[in-house]
């Protein structure tokens, strides 16, 4: 089946500093790459996610880089607030609706 | 409100005492899926479905038992719980035109 490493596990920046965290996967037959966010205490909830067509997506100050060739994703937070602090979570499938692998985490802190 | 819910939200029980954790969503989703997020694991998908009566396993099935009946109710039955089994569980649904999962609020269950 399909494994998803996520690096780092913990990541500390300063407020308005940016911020990367790395997935890789092993499936070549993956082709959709969801990014979740999950404040302390709360549900997981998607922020962006990409799909194998493209190479890039960008929202606002977030972007998701997608290297099939590579096998490995990466998410980009741009421009780092308080509220950015979360635990980011990285995913993998071969389709949307078929089994969804996730990386196990990545604690962000973003200090004022 | 659309919304994905569980009950219970908090749950403490014995080994071996079967148990059902019901998820039900209200926003006509055809995908739910259940999930289990264990401190340094992340998310694991336990089972999904795509439709009524259509369940599928995810990466960890053994010991549970879903059910897909009706559209909205996606029930996670655990037949003989075990301490291995603790866990913070969490149900979540999407529609067949997006892939974005929403993820209901949770329920902690301990087994001792």
């Known amino acids: 089946g399909e494994n998803v490493e996520q690096h780092p596990s913990t990541l500390s920046v300063q407020e308005g500093d940016s911020a990367v965290i790395k997935c890789t996967y092993s499936d070549s037959a993956s082709n959709y790459f969801p990014w979740y966010k999950q404040e302390l205490g709360k549900r997981p909830q998607l922020i962006i996610d990409i799909r194998s067509n493209v190479g890039e997506k960008k929202d606002q100050r977030i972007a998701v880089t997608l290297n099939k060739t590579a096998k490995h994703f990466s998410l980009h937070i741009t421009e780092t607030q308080p509220e950015d602090s979360a635990v980011y979570f990285c995913a993998a499938s071969e389709s949307g609706y078929s089994t969804l692998t996730f990386g196990k985490g990545t604690m962000l802190l973003v200090s004022p | 409100e659309a919304q994905v819910t569980q009950n219970p939200r908090y749950l403490i029980t014995v080994t071996g005492k079967k148990l059902t954790v019901t998820c039900s969503q209200n926003?006509?989703?055809?995908?739910m899926s259940w999930y289990r997020q264990d401190p340094g694991l992340g998310l694991r998908q336990i089972y999904y479905?795509?439709?009524?009566?259509?369940?599928d396993k995810g990466d960890v099935p053994e010991g549970y038992k879903v059910s897909r009946k009706e559209k909205r109710n996606f029930p996670l039955i655990l037949e003989s719980p075990s301490p291995n089994q603790t866990s913070l569980y969490f149900c979540a649904s999407s529609p067949s035109d997006r892939y974005e999962q929403y993820f209901g609020p949770g329920t902690r269950l301990t087994v001792t």
């Open positions: 479905s795509m439709n009524v009566e259509v369940t």
């Open positions: 926003m006509n989703h055809e995908y």
